[in-house]
C-alpha cells in the first residue's frame, strides 16, 4: 500500500509545463488519466507492474485539479496565497482520493468480465499495437474495433455507457498483460479514446461520486 500511495503521489507531483489554454481541458485531461491509472493499479493481476510504476512518474498531469480559483489582491500578499495555495493543495488530495476510489470500483468491475475477454481479440489487437508505423488514430480505430466485438456480447441490462467505459480500459488491462512493453502506448490511446467518446460520462461520474449522489458502482 504504501509503494501505490507514493506512486499515486508521483502522478499528482508530475507536471507537464507545456502551454495550455483552456484550464477546464486540462482538468479533464487529468481526471482521465487518474482514472485509467487507478483503474490499471487496481485490477486483481496484472504482469506489467514495473511498467506501471514508471508510468505513474512520467505522466505530464498538473499540480491540482481545481482551475476556477485566483489569488485575491490584499495588503498582505504572501499569507494571502500561502493561504490559497493550501487550500488548493487540501481539494487535490480530496479531488484525487475520490478518482482513485472510483477506478478501484470500476477495477471490481473489470475483474468480474476478465474472463469474457477472448485472447484471440487480445492477442490481435497487441500485434496491431506492435506495428511501429501505426498512427495513433489508428490505434484509437483498431481499439473502437475490438471493443464493438466486445460490446456485442454484453447483456442488453447492462448500461452502455457504463459498459463501454470498463471495457475500454479492461481491454488496455489485457494488451499490457499480453505485451508489456505497450503499456504506454495502450494507456494513451486509452486516456485519448475516452476523452473523444465518453468524456462527459466520465464527468457525470466524477461528479457524482464527489456530491455523494451515487453509491457504489455495479451493474444491474
Not at 485531461?29 to 504482469?47: E, H, K, M, P, Y
Not at 471490481?108 to 484471440?120: A, K, L
Request: hydrophobic content about 40%; aromatic content about 4%; some cysteine.
Amino acid at each position: 500500500r504504501a509503494r501505490s500511495r507514493e506512486m499515486n503521489r508521483g502522478i499528482s507531483r508530475a507536471c507537464s509545463g507545456a502551454a495550455v489554454s483552456n484550464g477546464s481541458g486540462l482538468k479533464d485531461a487529468r481526471i482521465t488519466d487518474l482514472l485509467v491509472f487507478g483503474f490499471l493499479q487496481s485490477c486483481s493481476s496484472n504482469s506489467f507492474q514495473a511498467e506501471l510504476e514508471a508510468l505513474g512518474y512520467e505522466l505530464p498531469v498538473q499540480d491540482h485539479l481545481w482551475e476556477d480559483h485566483e489569488d485575491e489582491l490584499q495588503t498582505d500578499g504572501s499569507r494571502a496565497s500561502r493561504f490559497h495555495a493550501q487550500r488548493i493543495e487540501a481539494d487535490s488530495e480530496s479531488e484525487e482520493d475520490l478518482i482513485q476510489n472510483l477506478a478501484r470500483q470500476l477495477a471490481q468491475i473489470g475483474d468480474s468480465m476478465d474472463r469474457s475477454i477472448p485472447p484471440r481479440l487480445v492477442n490481435h489487437l497487441a500485434m496491431q499495437f506492435m506495428n511501429p508505423n501505426l498512427l495513433e488514430e489508428d490505434r484509437r480505430r483498431h481499439l473502437a474495433t475490438a471493443l464493438e466485438q466486445l460490446m456485442q456480447t454484453c447483456p442488453a441490462d447492462l448500461e452502455q455507457e457504463k459498459a463501454t467505459l470498463v471495457l475500454t480500459m479492461l481491454l488496455a488491462k489485457k494488451v499490457a498483460d499480453h505485451t508489456p512493453s505497450l503499456l504506454r502506448d495502450v494507456f494513451r490511446t486509452t486516456v485519448n479514446f475516452i476523452n473523444q467518446n465518453l468524456l462527459t460520462y466520465v464527468r457525470n461520474l466524477a461528479r457524482n461520486v464527489r456530491t455523494g449522489e451515487d453509491g457504489p458502482l455495479a451493474f444491474p
